[in-house]
């Protein structure tokens, strides 16, 4: 999981009890909480009814902590990682001499179910090819020519797409399907060019 140095360092902000003091600290989990939790919820969300005036330490450092942490939030439950494997995360980003990691892990624990719901919602990945079915069959003829005579590939294509198995049905012709073979291969050409400039 990446994040941005930006993050990082609201991340440690909200971590530093000498920058957020720990009634400041409980109010901002308690508020990241309350409006993740509820995000799929039918009713108009409710106005967080903490006491902000309880906020003793400066108001832009807290803004800056309560972002980041929402924005933490919502990067782990896209990557589907658990309260462990989160600490683990946090660990890397020197924060593991601090005890509200552990605070932060929990408040996470009870909104990634709903997070977690919504990133599936809203998700923008492709479906994955899994599995490819080929068949050859001859065409005689069709309902549109008398005389076709000409070799019909029926190729099915097996897709999962967020735990889903569905297929793609299609049929084409010798030439089609080496244009489509031709085409696949210039792809991972492009994708191993990209990947070794990149490394």
């Known amino acids: 999981m990446n994040i941005s140095n930006e993050i990082e360092l609201g991340l440690k902000r909200l971590c530093n009890p000498a920058l957020i003091n720990d009634k400041c600290f409980q109010i901002l989990l308690r508020k990241a909480e309350k409006r993740l939790g509820t995000l799929l919820d039918d009713d108009p969300l409710e106005q967080i009814t903490d006491d902000e005036s309880a ?4 108001l832009d450092i807290s803004k800056e902590a309560y972002a980041s942490l929402v924005t933490l939030y919502t990067i782990a439950s896209r990557h589907c990682l658990d309260g462990p494997s989160l600490d683990q995360s946090l660990q890397t980003l020197v924060l593991a001499n601090t005890d509200r990691v552990p605070e932060i892990i929990k408040t996470y624990e009870s909104v990634s179910p709903r997070l977690m719901q919504v990133c599936e919602m809203t998700t923008t990945s492709l479906a994955n090819v899994v599995d490819v079915e080929c068949r050859l069959d001859y065409c005689v003829q069709s ?9 019909l590939y029926k190729v099915r294509l097996k897709t999962i797409d967020n735990g889903t198995i569905k297929y793609i049905d299609f049929v084409c012709n010798p030439q089609q399907l080496q244009e489509l ?19």
């Open 181 to 199: 073979v031709f085409k696949l291969k210039d792809a991972v050409r492009h994708i191993e060019k990209i990947a070794s400039s990149a490394s």
């Open 143 to 151: 309902s549109v020519f008398d005389d076709v005579s000409e070799f």
């Open 55 to 58: 906020i003793t330490s400066k």
